[in-house]
């Protein structure tokens, strides 16, 4: 991180004011819809139960050696980074289980990275399955 940016955040934590509420990562299984408006009604009930969403977890499925089926599978982790960015966290992490053809999949997880670095979202993705040369490792 650069000085400019520790500095930044720094300020930002120094004029913070604490909360009383618990970071909680939330299973992408668990997400009834995400549509904005459900995503807004959700974070609202964890504000009330006193939570707030930190990450969004979700294992992705890179089982089959077939480009439609990876970018499908892509489309829908797309999809999880926007809900990651209307629920107001700041992680979206990807355990991509089983690759039947880890040369397909890295792609799709870079053009993934890219996206969440412009949303503002940090990526971890279990890169133990992809290789060293995984995004977001």
């Known amino acids: ?30 997400l009834e819809s995400t549509a904005p408006a459900d995503l807004r009604e959700l974070r609202a009930a964890l504000a009330d139960a ?49 690759l039947a053809a880890p040369a397909k999949v890295r792609p799709a997880l870079a053009a993934l990275a890219e996206r969440a670095e412009r949303e503002g979202v940090s990526l971890t993705v279990d890169s133990d399955a992809l290789g060293d040369d995984a995004p977001g490792a």
């Open 50 to 98: 006193g939570y707030v969403p930190a990450g969004v977890r979700v294992e992705a499925d890179f089982s089959a050696d077939c480009s439609i089926e990876t970018q499908r599978e892509a489309d829908r982790l797309r999809s999880l980074l926007r809900a990651t960015t209307h629920l107001g966290a700041g992680e979206l992490v990807v355990e991509p289980g089983a």
């Open 1 to 30: 991180m650069s000085t400019h940016a520790t500095s930044r955040v720094g300020r930002a934590v120094e004029a913070a004011e604490p909360v009383d509420a618990t970071p909680v990562t939330l299973d992408a299984d668990a």
